[in-house]
């Protein structure tokens, strides 16, 4: 079984920042691809932010100069970083795993969500 725990999320003013971290867990060996998607009320599911093992990175446009992804592969963790935070951010952010390889699983995988709360 993997898990992915997520952690981070809150209320914060606009132009504020947070940094969500997400740890997969799990008899894991690789994992291609780490990243972040996010769901508003009433709105699909969106990608946010992805970054692959090779450590290329891929942002939504209406993120690109604020938000930051990064990872420690030796620990398979991701993390966001999200300065100047915009009241059309808050959503629940959801932590994602692609390509996972581990002894006894293999596949993609989604966290449980963490809420983000842009709002004075």
């Known amino acids: 079984q993997v898990q992915l725990v997520e952690s981070g999320g809150g209320l914060v003013q606009p132009g504020g920042s947070l940094r969500l971290s997400c740890a997969a867990s799990g008899s894991i060996f690789t994992i291609y691809s780490m990243g972040w998607y996010r769901q508003a009320p009433g709105k699909q599911r969106e990608l946010v932010a992805t970054m692959p093992s090779g450590g290329s990175t891929n942002y939504a446009d209406s993120v690109k100069g604020r938000f930051t992804i990064s990872r420690d592969n030796a620990k398979n963790t991701v993390y966001l970083q999200m300065n100047s935070l915009k009241p059309e951010d808050t959503a629940v952010y959801y932590c994602?795993?692609?390509?996972?390889?581990?002894?006894?699983?293999?596949?993609?995988?989604w966290g449980q969500g963490t809420q983000v709360t842009v709002a004075s």
């Open positions: 994602y795993a692609g390509g996972v390889l581990g002894s006894t699983v293999s596949g993609d995988y």
